[in-house]
Each structure stands twice: as structure tokens, then as C-alpha cells.
């Protein structure tokens, strides 16, 4: 965000309080402010940026010009600002993939739907899971967060943020062909929880592969949830995500990293 113009601020400030008949101290009173904060404003000096949203609301009157009007195919900067042209290829159904983090030997398949919102505007996604417990108990797990796409870095991040500070990450290359099939390939990072002890960072590869036109994650909810050696997809996932080990992680999989 730029800073804001205090010249200009001044001017404004000035004008308003000659045109109400009201001196330093009126508006300091009104405002809650010191006298001598006012006369800084009033002199084209710098305050605090609360203490100008209270002259503001004092004066009921903006001191500082409207914000442009957002452009609805640019994404907010803080997702990095993409085109959504640019990114268009990302819009659609895809199929996640990560290690387990309770058991060994089992994956777990999530549906990850990516839209542009035009409220935002920018590139949000919702991601859901069906589990079954071994006590036969069904478990829904559902995401939902934005895609921010850091400019010419060549990788996107999906990221869900609480109220509360908590965060859930995927970060990944940016979509590939490999073999006819749109794929991106990173990590997860999120917080598990193990009973009697609460929650800890858990990470895992990822792998995420785009649907075909026309098909719906809906349509794959059988491939969706936790998934055995016997499932299969099991043995391709597996595969892919000890890949994504080895590419990035080389210590973990016993391979000599390059300098």
C-alpha cells in the first residue's frame, strides 16, 4: 500500500477546517487527539495511520483520495496480482494426493476444485476428503482458501487461514504436462492432531492431477479418502510422491544432494 500523500492531506485538511470555521483545538477535542498532532497534519507532517482515521471519522470527511476501483481480471495483490487469463488454467477439478500422517503405507485422495471469485477477486479452492475410520465411522473433511501465485517465481501456493492464526499450505510447481495429464507437484504443511498430546506441524509430498473436461470431482468420489495398497491408484501415487521426495528432498530418500 503507498503511503499517503501528506502534502495533499494537508491541503484537504485545511480547506475543510477553514470552511467549517473550526480551529487546531476543535478538531483535536472532536478527535480525541492532541492539539499538536493536529498542527503536524495541518503542516503537511506525518501521523500515525489511525490517528488519521480518527480525524477522518471526527471530520466525517475522507482526508485521503478513494482507493481505485479493483480491476475484476486482475487478482488482489496480496495473491500476487495474476491476470485471470493468465491463469485460467488452473480453473477446474483436480485430484490431490498426500502421504497419511497416522499410518504407514496409506495415501490419502482429496478432490480440489480451483474457481476464479469475483468477490475476491483472484483464484479461490475448496477441497474435500471422505475417511472412514476403522471403526467403520465416515468422516468429512472440507478446505476452502485462496491461490496465490507469486510473480515469475514459477510456483502457486493454496492456503487456508483461520481466524485464529492457524494456516494450511500447499505449495507446488506450477501445472505440467506429463503424459497428457496437467500435474503439479510440491508439499503440504498443516498441523496433525495425536490424542493426549494436541497438534504438531505435519508435512507431506503432494501431487495434484487435473481432471478431464467434463468430469467432475463428484464423479470420482469413490477414489477420494484413504487409500490401501490394494486400491488402484495406490501403487501410481506411491510412486509419484516418493518421486517428489526424491526430487526435493534428496537427504530423506537416501540420495546425495547436488550442490
Not at 468477490?119 to 472412514?132: C, D, I, V
Request: aromatic share 6%; glycine share 10%; with cysteine.
Amino acid at each position: 500500500m503507498a503511503d499517503p500523500d501528506w502534502p495533499q492531506i494537508a491541503e484537504r485538511l485545511n480547506a475543510l477546517l477553514a470552511a467549517r470555521r473550526l480551529s487546531s483545538q476543535d478538531l483535536a477535542a472532536k478527535a480525541g487527539v492532541d492539539r499538536k498532532t493536529v498542527d503536524r497534519l495541518r503542516a503537511g507532517q506525518s501521523v500515525r495511520l489511525h490517528t488519521l482515521q480518527w480525524i477522518e471519522q471526527a471530520l466525517k470527511a475522507p482526508l485521503r483520495p478513494a482507493a481505485p476501483e479493483a480491476d475484476p481480471e486482475t487478482a488482489a495483490a496480496d495473491l500476487g496480482g495474476y491476470r485471470r487469463g493468465a491463469a485460467g488454467g488452473l480453473v477446474g477439478d483436480w485430484l490431490s494426493y498426500r502421504c497419511s500422517f497416522d499410518r504407514p503405507h496409506q495415501i490419502v485422495a482429496s478432490a480440489v476444485e480451483i474457481h476464479w471469485d469475483q468477490a475476491r477477486p483472484g483464484l479461490a479452492f475448496r477441497e474435500h476428503q471422505h475417511n472412514r475410520g476403522p471403526g467403520g465411522r465416515d468422516y468429512e473433511y472440507r478446505f476452502a482458501g485462496d491461490v496465490l501465485i507469486p510473480p515469475n517465481l514459477g510456483v502457486l501456493h493454496l492456503v487456508v487461514r483461520s481466524d485464529d492464526g492457524r494456516i494450511r499450505v500447499i505449495s507446488t510447481s506450477m501445472p505440467r504436462d506429463e503424459e497428457g495429464t496437467q500435474t503439479m507437484k510440491g508439499f503440504l504443511l498443516t498441523l496433525n492432531e495425536i490424542a493426549d498430546v494436541g497438534y504438531y506441524p505435519a508435512s507431506s509430498p503432494m501431487v495434484l492431477i487435473k481432471l478431464s473436461p467434463g468430469t467432475s470431482a463428484e464423479a470420482t468420489a469413490g477414489e477420494t479418502g484413504v487409500l490401501t495398497p490394494g486400491h488402484p491408484r495406490f501403487a501410481w501415487a506411491e510412486a509419484v510422491l516418493r518421486g517428489v521426495e526424491a526430487r526435493f528432498l534428496p537427504w530423506r530418500a537416501g540420495i546425495d544432494p547436488q550442490p
